[in-house]
């Protein structure tokens, strides 16, 4: 049976440098017609004593000046937003929240921020064959020579970007430039689960990965990704302007390596599951990351880098869901707490416990692992356990396996991770 549902896509902009400026004025433009909307709720609220819903306030703006900015439906998704931000605070304080604030103005000091701008069916017309999509502007933008931007994407490779229901242009801070989220209708077809195994991820940072299966584990080390930091930074040291072409153009490339490394890692794990006759995978949850300064914490760097690995991992568990599914595998995130404490042969706990050289010693059972197998384990475990409860004269299980995993590494050359001894080239 043909099962349906909607699945979002995020691709960048290869042509950005030529359409950020068209896109900053429809963003900013989205801004102020949210002002005016919200400021219309205001007058109406203080003199009929209640709040108008979308379609009132529809009616009220769609002569106004603001509202042919964008195009038609886009202008109406802004008003649909604010009127569900209302509905939204209004249920919270009947549910006795009196902390709640109603939705603000968008402001930025003077400025305006840049909203996000959604294009409906006849908002966008989208080219599959050549991954483009055209974003309509509304009528007071429009100038003689373009009623419309032409945005050339990247996105997943292993996606089919087709069905397109609805594109949103989203500003994104964290790397300075706009991308697309494209909303595609996809059907699949029931697929069979691989078997009922269970693998275990743990997400870090000198390992972006340790995947364990119960009896083998892998680790895909992080090496191209702190290579590119390393030399992405210093290259943009060299810029004068930070907002300069050339400090975009290094910005872009940067993040398209990184989502290159996110996609390849977790199609090869889900590749590699399903030859294992997994059906299940355990994500840890990143606690290490959310809760900074806690017992429990990785060690995630600077601020700065924090959102960007959080970012980082956002994108990578969204990816190894929606590649899982179509083989057949279900992605499962558990809390990671303790994961990285406990013993995963013994299951004693010691907050204290050593790490050394990126081993996990047990002081309890002696057991030697490496700390990010050791880790994936506990994770795979959390989801095993509620399954198959663990056997109790499981004593003398090999626990080699934890001690020395494979090593895949990314190879630029290939694009491709590799087993580490088939490396030639992993220089940047
Ligand atoms: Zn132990």
């Known amino acids: 049976?043909?099962?349906?549902?909607?699945?979002?896509?995020?691709?960048?902009?290869?042509?950005?440098?030529?359409?950020?400026?068209?896109?900053?004025?429809?963003?900013?433009?989205?801004?102020?017609?949210?002002?005016?909307?919200?400021?219309?709720?205001?007058?109406?609220?203080?003199?009929?004593?209640?709040?108008?819903?979308?379609?009132?306030?529809?009616?009220?703006?769609?002569?106004?000046?603001?509202?042919?900015?964008?195009?038609?439906?886009?202008?109406?998704?802004?008003?649909?937003?604010?009127?569900?931000?209302?509905?939204?605070?209004?249920?919270?304080?009947?549910?006795?929240?009196?902390?709640?604030?109603?939705?603000?103005?968008?402001?930025?000091?003077?400025e305006h921020p840049r909203s996000t701008i959604t294009f409906k069916e006849d908002g966008f017309k989208h080219d599959s064959e050549h991954n483009r999509v055209r974003l309509s502007k509304g009528r007071n933008l429009k100038d003689h020579w373009s009623d419309f931007i032409l945005c050339e994407y990247d996105t997943d490779p292993d996606a089919t970007v087709e069905n397109v229901q609805q594109v949103r242009a989203v500003w994104n801070d964290q790397r300075g430039e706009w991308e697309l989220h494209l909303v595609c209708r996809v059907e699949f077809e029931g697929i069979d689960s691989p078997?009922?195994?269970?693998?275990?991820?743990?997400?870090?940072?000198?390992?972006?990965?340790?995947?364990?299966?119960?009896?083998?584990?892998?680790?895909?080390?992080?090496?191209?990704?702190?290579?590119?930091?390393?030399?992405?930074?210093?290259?943009?040291?060299?810029?004068?302007?930070?907002?300069?072409?050339?400090?975009?153009?290094?910005?872009?490339?940067?993040?398209?390596?990184?989502?290159?490394?996110?996609?390849?890692?977790?199609?090869?794990?889900?590749?590699?599951?399903?030859?294992?006759?997994?059906?299940?995978?355990?994500?840890?949850?990143?606690?290490?990351?959310?809760?900074?300064?806690?017992?429990?914490?990785?060690?995630?760097?600077?601020k700065g880098n924090q959102s960007l690995h959080r970012w980082a991992f956002d994108r990578f568990v969204t990816m190894l869901e929606y590649k899982a599914e179509e083989h057949g595998i279900i992605v499962e995130t558990v809390n990671e707490r303790n994961t990285s404490k406990t013993c995963a042969c013994c299951e004693h706990k010691d907050s204290n416990q050593r790490v050394e050289r990126g081993l996990y010693i047990c002081d309890e059972c002696g057991t030697v692992a490496n700390a990010d197998v050791n880790g994936a384990e506990n994770i795979r475990r959390k989801l095993e356990d509620t399954q198959v409860p663990p056997s109790p004269d499981d004593e003398d299980r090999s626990t080699g396996w934890m001690a020395q995993p494979a090593v895949h590494l990314f190879d630029r050359e290939s694009g491709r991770f590799t087993p580490r001894e088939q490396v030639v080239n992993c220089k940047p």
């Open 1 to 110: 049976m043909a099962n349906q549902a909607t699945r979002t896509y995020i691709a960048t902009i290869r042509n950005h440098c030529q359409v950020y400026d068209s896109l900053d004025s429809l963003g900013f433009a989205a801004s102020k017609l949210w002002n005016v909307a919200r400021w219309t709720v205001d007058r109406i609220w203080k003199e009929t004593g209640y709040i108008p819903d979308h379609s009132e306030l529809s009616a009220y703006l769609k002569n106004h000046e603001r509202y042919a900015d964008l195009n038609a439906q886009s202008s109406q998704r802004v008003i649909q937003e604010l009127a569900e931000a209302f509905r939204g605070w209004y249920s919270k304080r009947q549910n006795g929240d009196e902390m709640a604030n109603p939705p603000g103005y968008r402001k930025r000091g003077d």
């Open 195 to 302: 078997g009922d195994r269970t693998a275990g991820i743990d997400i870090g940072i000198s390992n972006t990965a340790a995947v364990s299966y119960g009896d083998e584990a892998v680790l895909y080390p992080g090496g191209a990704l702190k290579e590119d930091e390393y030399y992405f930074a210093k290259e943009r040291a060299k810029c004068d302007d930070t907002t300069s072409n050339e400090a975009r153009r290094l910005d872009h490339k940067w993040s398209s390596r990184r989502t290159h490394f996110l996609h390849t890692l977790s199609k090869t794990i889900v590749e590699e599951s399903e030859r294992r006759g997994v059906g299940t995978i355990a994500v840890g949850d990143l606690t290490g990351i959310r809760e900074n300064g806690s017992g429990e914490t990785k060690d995630w760097g600077s």
